[in-house]
């Protein structure tokens, strides 16, 4: 029952990610590799530029056992929920260790980081302040925790595995931590050599450069029809105009930031000319495009309120190793483990049906179709 989970994105599988997996299978060479990963969209907010299905393929091709998806009512989220469903699942499926990329690569740091944020009653005191002052919630985080530790944790990695190890700690997992060294810049525009961040991967594909040093040639196969997010700017700002009185419905369209959507919408252009001109202290650029994620998606507060837990964990793909493992911990799971669309009836998956659509809506008719109906037809790929 032995395994190592890994919570992550690909978007897209780069050698960075190939770079991680190789590194855990030489550290625990006998134990199985989960993959919890976000689907169709990010927890930046982003469309992922290859779709789910397609994403497993390239994850058991190299060499992951068991992939589980994490629900889009979690992935287009804070950190703090999108490490908590992801922490749940990993802790649900017996996982031992979970690996992270990290740019300190100090464990230990990220624990007594972690500790703090759990058991400081000053912690929360001062990010409030700090908030209150107008600094966006990253900076307050850091700016707290190096008043209360010294440590300067403000690297986007090192906060996410802070949370992710945050998480154990707070419902008593016996997970173990273990951190491998980031060999990129997580935000860079520019391609810094054969490892370089899915950011720069994306724009370059997005500016028709040449990527084929960066990615594994099995992710080549999955990125000629790529998804950006651009391409549903004519479809959000369709949404938000029919849509203009009511934008306060949705999730995180918070504290009257819909005037400011309502002011510059017209006159933008492009997606990311929307949220840089609405973009303040406050409100990062992730956060905005999250917001703008749930207009598009038609989230609303109101059906989001009801989604606070893990319901069940659906499977996407497995191999026989995977396999192995989903024999010995299925009756330890305390929520279904589900196969295939129609095995319950949840609303969390309506949800992701819904989702799914709109990622499709883009598409040329025959492949929406199939994208659609993969949905609810589709079985978990085996290898």
């Known amino acids: 029952m032995r395994s190592v989970g890994i919570i992550c994105e690909y978007n897209p599988f780069h050698n960075g990610h190939l770079f991680h997996l190789e590194q855990i299978k030489k550290q625990f060479p006998d134990h199985r590799i989960v993959l919890v990963m976000s689907g169709n969209f990010t927890q930046r907010g982003d469309v992922s530029i290859i779709n789910k299905w397609d994403k497993t393929e390239i994850a058991l091709f190299y060499g992951v056992d068991l992939v589980v998806e994490l629900p889009f009512v979690f992935t287009v989220q804070s950190a703090d929920i999108f490490a908590r469903a992801s922490i749940s699942i990993l802790d649900m499926l017996k996982v031992e260790y979970l690996v992270f990329g990290s740019e300190c690569n100090k464990i230990e740091k990220l624990v007594e980081c972690a500790k703090i944020q759990l058991e400081n009653k000053k912690y929360n005191k001062l990010v409030k302040q700090y908030l209150e002052d107008g600094i966006n919630y990253p900076t307050a985080l850091s700016k707290a925790l190096y008043e209360l530790s010294g440590n300067r944790i403000k690297e986007p990695n090192d906060i996410l595995g802070m949370t992710y190890i945050r998480e154990i700690l707070r419902i008593g997992s016996a997970i173990k931590p273990i951190s491998i060294p980031r060999q990129n810049h997580y935000n860079s525009l520019e391609l810094e050599g054969p490892i370089s961040s899915a950011t720069s991967i994306r724009h370059a594909l997005q500016e ?90 038609n989230t609303t507060k109101e059906e989001m309120m009801q989604f606070q837990k893990i319901e069940y964990i659906r499977i996407l793909g497995f191999n026989k190793k995977g396999r192995e493992l989903l024999k010995e911990i299925k009756d330890q799971v305390p929520v279904p483990i589900i196969t295939n669309f129609s095995s319950i009836k949840n609303p969390m998956l309506d949800m992701e049906f819904r989702a799914t659509c709109v990622y499709a809506s883009i598409l040329e008719e025959k492949q929406k179709i199939a994208l659609i109906e993969s949905e609810y037809k589709n079985f978990p790929i085996i290898k």
């Open 208 to 297: 028709g450069q040449y990527i084929l040093d960066y990615v594994p040639t099995e992710t080549l196969k999955y990125l000629i029809t790529p998804h950006f997010t651009s391409d549903y700017f004519a479809l959000l700002k369709y949404k938000i105009l029919s849509d203009f009185e009511y934008l306060d419905r949705y999730q995180t369209v918070d504290e009257g930031i819909e005037n400011r959507i309502r002011k510059f919408i017209v006159s933008s252009k492009t997606l990311d000319e929307l949220i840089l001109k609405m973009k303040t202290k406050r409100y990062t650029y992730n956060k905005l495009a999250r917001m703008f994620t749930h207009i598009l998606c």
